[in-house]
């Protein structure tokens, strides 16, 4: 069964404390790894697409990496305003724009 | 260039009732899928729009129904309302459906009491 499950599902940091977010999966044939951004009561907000084992994206204090079984979401140094809840999502084996998503991590940070 | 924009944002509803949310996605994208959000199981599929023909279906009861419009908008309809279909309810478009990126509207709060 395709699954993906994301640790840990909550995370307190101090701000400037650097840390890394888990995302793994066992879909077989990846077709694309999706991180989003959800704060309370919106809905997610994009922030990256990885396709292939050893690529790295980046977007200001954020970086996603990805291997053949997961995923990682590294946050350096980060600021309170990067509290919210992280969700990675991929599809599953068969066509269309069907997503399985982790039930997230939920990211605190406090100044 | 503008979002993915879902009306009402907000619902309240009785059980046995019947409600229907509207979704408008972002200019030139075919593809709109639409999910339930709770607490307790996340973010689930429900269903996919493409080219006004379902594509894709979750495992939801058949009181779950959708269409698509000529111009790409979408409406979803909940038929005899219960408690437990109380969630945000997620709208996404994307261009295409192969492993193109979805971008999410708002969501629409649905309360059944």
């Known amino acids: 069964e395709d699954q993906v499950t994301q640790s840990p599902e909550a995370l307190r940091l101090q701000e400037g404390e650097s840390s890394s977010l888990n995302c793994s999966y066992t879909v077989s044939g990846l077709r694309g790894l999706f991180w989003y951004r959800q704060d309370p009561g919106k809905g997610p907000e994009f922030l990256f697409t990885l396709y292939s084992a050893g690529e790295e994206k980046e977007k200001e204090r954020l970086k996603a990496t990805l291997t053949k079984k997961e995923s990682f979401l590294h946050i350096t140094a980060p600021k309170p305003e990067d509290s919210a809840t992280y969700l990675c999502?991929?599809?599953?084996?068969?066509?269309?724009?069907?997503?399985?998503f982790g039930k997230g991590t939920t990211l605190s940070v406090s100044s | 260039k503008a979002g993915v924009t879902q009306t009402p944002r907000y619902l309240i509803k009785t059980r046995g009732q019947q409600v229907t949310l509207s979704c408008s996605p972002i200019s030139g994208h075919r593809s709109v899928s639409w999910y339930q959000q709770t607490p307790g199981q996340g973010l689930q599929f429900l269903f996919e729009y493409f080219s006004e023909t379902q594509r894709n279906k979750g495992n939801f009861p058949g009181r779950f129904s959708g269409r698509q419009f000529s111009n790409s908008r979408s409406e979803m309809n909940v038929s005899t309302l219960e408690l437990g279909d109380s969630a945000l309810y997620l709208c996404?478009?994307?261009?295409?459906?192969?492993?193109?990126?979805?971008?999410f509207g708002p969501g629409t709060r649905l309360t059944v009491l």
């Open positions: 996404a478009s994307s261009l295409g459906r192969l492993t193109d990126t979805q971008y």
């Open positions: 999502a991929v599809p599953p084996n068969q066509a269309g724009t069907a997503l399985i």
